[in-house]
């Protein structure tokens, strides 16, 4: 089940609509996880991750940047991925088309507040979704290859000490260029290992001719 949602601005992480979860004893335990999306919504920088899930207790952030709006929503742990983000997409492709010339100047929080409605019509129909496809049983091959380079990380490491997303960003990219760099010392290392016993056995044999021929002969 979808949650909550925010929309919030990257540049200055101002929150430009929501929705919450509308049942009352959810809602009261979703207090702060919405403290967390707000605090979130503040982390988020140009260089952060363009798509990115962050664990949070028992349940499940994800969010995704586009036009520098930041689309975020926090899901149970068992609700489909895939889903999620193809909730997100949803909703941000409609956002970006409906607000394209007022999103960047408004100067209040949650202007355009009345995007619930349409939040609230997408989430109902994403989890009736998620609902047919646990009884169908299918997707799940396109679901694992569609999200599993999406980067992954607890809220804490982000929030609590103060890591930003965008040096994780970083670090991933540099553990990228690592693996490559050692991949490919390693590829020069095999091949001149393959030199080497060429060298070895051509002078084995030539010196087995040498042999033969001043030795015997």
């Not at 009345?114 to 997707?139: C, H, W």
Request: net charge positive.
């Amino acid at each position: 089940m979808i949650l909550l949602t925010f929309i919030g601005r990257v540049t200055d992480g101002l929150p430009l609509s929501a929705s919450i979860q509308e049942d009352e004893k959810t809602g009261r335990e979703l207090v702060e996880y919405q403290n967390q999306a707000k605090q979130l919504l503040k982390r988020l920088n140009i260089r952060s991750p363009q798509q990115c899930t962050l664990e949070s207790g028992n349940y499940l952030f994800h969010y995704l940047i586009s036009n520098e709006i930041c689309f975020l929503c926090l899901c149970e742990r068992t609700f489909s991925k895939r889903l999620a983000y193809e909730f997100l997409e949803d909703i941000s492709t409609q956002f970006l088309t409906q607000y394209a010339q007022k999103y960047g100047s408004v100067g209040r929080p949650y202007a355009f507040i009345e995007f619930d409605t349409y939040i609230q019509r997408a989430k109902k129909s994403f989890t009736d979704g998620a609902t047919r496809g646990k009884r169908n049983l299918v997707n799940v091959s396109s679901e694992l290859q569609g999200i599993q380079r999406i980067m992954v990380q607890n809220i804490d490491d982000v929030l609590q000490r103060g890591e930003k997303l965008s040096d994780l960003d970083d670090k991933a990219s540099s553990l990228s260029m690592m693996s490559a760099k050692y991949s490919k010392s390693a590829k020069s290392l095999n091949s001149w290992t393959h030199y080497v016993k060429f060298g070895l056995g051509f002078f084995v044999l030539f010196a087995g001719a040498l042999y033969l021929r001043f030795w015997w002969f």
